[in-house]
């Protein structure tokens, strides 16, 4: 047998289709504008976010809602059903985290495939098919099967969630192992975590969620915490062959980018300070500033929006919304602040029905501060990245409707 014939069969290469076509987007983009825009919401952004009726008011975030990340991925996913008309189009898991946009691309019969494992779903792909990758991007080894079995595959990962990935490899590249602030079980974190083990497959990672796991790190890194210790609380959230001796000489920091800032940038100085404590030096530390520019911008413009005064914050989005949830924590810092899907769950002026960032599920509250028509009420208003302008302005509808004030008022304004 020849050298020449003993080289291993050569990577398919991705099958790369321009869906992003003017006649395509055209359409798209009237779709898009049809499910998702809200005159009102633009009617009260163009009044610096307030807007009164009687002695209601509601206050809107100077920045909610989509990003150009979401909005992309979105207009792409629209386009595939448009371009592929009469192909099985499938995604990994969900585009975004709103069950609004998701349901939409369901009625457009693209399918959801399962994003923490492959099944049977993925060996049945065929070069006829078409595969989504989502906003959060996907683990490499999902990819890699995709394009074993052929399937075109439109890539809408984030252009911020990419920058992650650079860094992570360029650790790898260097010897060092990624600290990722991040949700361990997050589409996100995950496909972040598979580009940090380099492109030989050699890099390592840990991922911390809190600042209390960042400081049991440290605890290790000085020399306070046994290795047992270590994996015992992190073994979950490790890479493969993960040995804490080894692999936390030279560390990284990265994040997950839909994170706090605030926790981000204070986890960046924990792991600062215990290898210069280490070492006498941080040559063996490096950081990368990974929070996306939209996750900080709505997190800022909701701190400004708190100088203000409120009776009730409303943060509408879904409840595996990491940015959402960052949002949520913000506002319930200063005042009642309800996680709420969408204007169902504004039940009454009595009872709102959240998602409950402590017990982790949907609960009913009694809130009477909206009881009293005869009050002056200002309710705030904020969304995350992923929660459409359609939602936001059903929200507001109906806080004003159960105020007395209808809809053709609000029109009329």
Known sequence: ????????????????????????????????????????????????????????TVRLAQQFGFCYGVERAIDLAYAARKVFADNKIFLIGEIIHNPEVNRQLTDMNIVSLPWKEM?????????????????????????????????????????????????????????????????????????????????????????????ADTQFLCDYIRGKVS??????????????GFDPEKHLKQVGVANQTTMLKSETE???????????????????????????????????ALFEMLKHHMDVLLVVGGYNSSNTTHLVEIGQEELPTFFIRNSDCIQSLEQIVHFDLEHKAEITSDYTNLLDLEKPVTIGVTAGASCPNNLIEATVIRAFELRGISKEELQAQ
């Not at 049809?34 to 009044?47: A, C, D, F, P, T």
């Not at 290795?227 to 493969?240: C, D, K, N, Q, T």
């Not at 960046?268 to 929070?291: C, H, L, P, S, W």
């Open 1 to 56: 047998m020849s050298d020449q014939s003993a080289k291993p069969a050569a990577k398919p290469k991705r099958k790369r289709i321009n869906v992003r076509r003017p006649d395509v987007m055209e359409k798209v983009q009237a779709e898009v504008r049809r499910h998702y825009e809200s005159s009102i919401v633009e009617k009260i952004r163009s009044n610096d976010g307030v807007f009164t009726v009687g002695n209601t």
């Open 266 to 300: 204070e986890i960046q100085r924990m792991v600062y300070r215990a290898v210069e404590d280490r070492d006498g030096d941080t040559k063996n530390f490096q950081f990368f500033d990974t929070i996306c520019g939209a996750t900080q911008e709505r997190q800022d």
């Open 119 to 211: 099944n049977e779903q993925y060996d049945a792909l065929t070069e006829d098919d078409v595969v989504i990758v989502p906003a959060f991007g996907a683990p490499t080894d999902f990819i890699d099967k995709i394009e074993e079995k052929g399937a075109a595959i439109v890539d809408t990962t984030c252009g911020d969630v990419m920058k992650v990935w650079r860094r992570v490899r360029t650790y790898a590249k260097e010897g060092f192992t990624s600290i990722i602030h991040g949700k361990a079980g997050h589409e996100e974190t995950r496909a972040t975590a598979s580009r940090a083990l380099g492109d030989d497959g050699t890099g390592h990672y840990i991922v911390v969620l809190t600042l």
């Open 227 to 240: 290795s047992e210790a270590l994996m015992e609380r992190f073994g979950h959230a490790v890479s493969p």
